[in-house]
């Protein structure tokens, strides 16, 4: 008994509409009934990856739109192409084309990329200028002329690398 | 409004049936190229360089230039 009240009461929900059940909560046990906000019943989305939403897109149906829907129920074949694009357009909101269509705010994304590099540049120039200090006295010329002078002596790569490209009989680099 | 049926079936096959081919036959190329771009040339130098390699004489200029701690240059 109790299963056959529950498939009437949903009957009468799909009746009335996909989107007004608000308005015809079934009231069971006496008890009031908490509002349901429009947030938390079905909505609808266009999303790749959800192709079919769980209502349709226009609410409410214009007199036109309605007959077609009516028109609908009978053979397909008789809906001509316009009226297969408006029965769709009832339905859906973007096609898969239109929700899928790039934009253009990789550009914006570019310009910030240079812009924060840039900044970045500014940042690390400042600093080299007003924080670091002195760099360390290995870096000057005489000593490192006497560091390759050093790597030459001790033969360091000699087969492909450093002391390869030094001409040790005319003691220049090779040309 | 009357497009034909997309293929629904054998994606990955089809695609596979492309693709591993070409990606055989470019990982042949990239080592080819890196064996005889690299590998070759550099068997090559070293066998050159040792073909006229005397280390007494190598030895003995190392050691008049005083990088060595054993032995230090001849005349100190």
Same mark, same amino acid.
């Given at each position: 008994m109790l299963f056959s009240f529950r498939m009437l009461a949903t009957r009468a929900l799909s009746l009335v509409g996909k989107r007004a059940i608000s308005t015809s909560i079934c009231v069971r046990g006496g008890h009031g009934v908490a509002k349901v906000d429009d947030y938390a019943l079905p909505a609808y989305f266009d999303r790749r990856e959800n192709? /079919?939403?769980?209502?349709?897109?226009?609410t409410e149906l214009s007199a036109e739109q309605r007959s077609l829907k009516e028109k609908e129920k009978? %053979?397909?074949?008789? /809906? %001509?192409n316009e009226e297969k694009i408006a029965l769709y357009r009832i339905s859906f909101k973007q096609s898969f084309a239109e929700m899928n269509e790039g934009t253009k705010e990789w550009k914006s994304v570019i310009a910030g990329m240079f812009f924060f590099i840039g900044m970045t540049g500014l940042v690390v120039l400042w600093q080299r200028k007003f924080v670091y200090g002195p760099v360390p006295s290995t870096f000057e010329s005489e000593w490192k002329e006497k560091e390759v002078q050093r790597m030459l002596d001790m033969r360091?790569?000699?087969?492909?690398?450093f002391s390869a490209k030094w001409d040790y009989e005319n003691k220049e680099w090779k040309k | 409004m009357s497009l034909a049926k997309p293929a629904m079936r054998g994606l990955l096959g089809k695609r596979l049936r492309f693709h591993l081919p070409i990606a055989f036959a470019l990982s042949l190329v990239a080592a080819a190229a890196f064996k005889y771009g690299v590998t070759e040339p550099r068997k090559q130098a070293y066998a050159d360089f040792y073909k006229q390699y005397d280390a007494t004489k190598e030895f003995n200029n190392m050691r008049e230039a005083g990088i060595f701690q054993s032995v230090r240059p001849t005349g100190e």
């Open positions: 192709p /079919l939403p769980d209502v349709q897109f226009v009978g %053979s397909w074949a008789t /809906l %001509s360091i790569n000699p087969v492909e690398g | -």
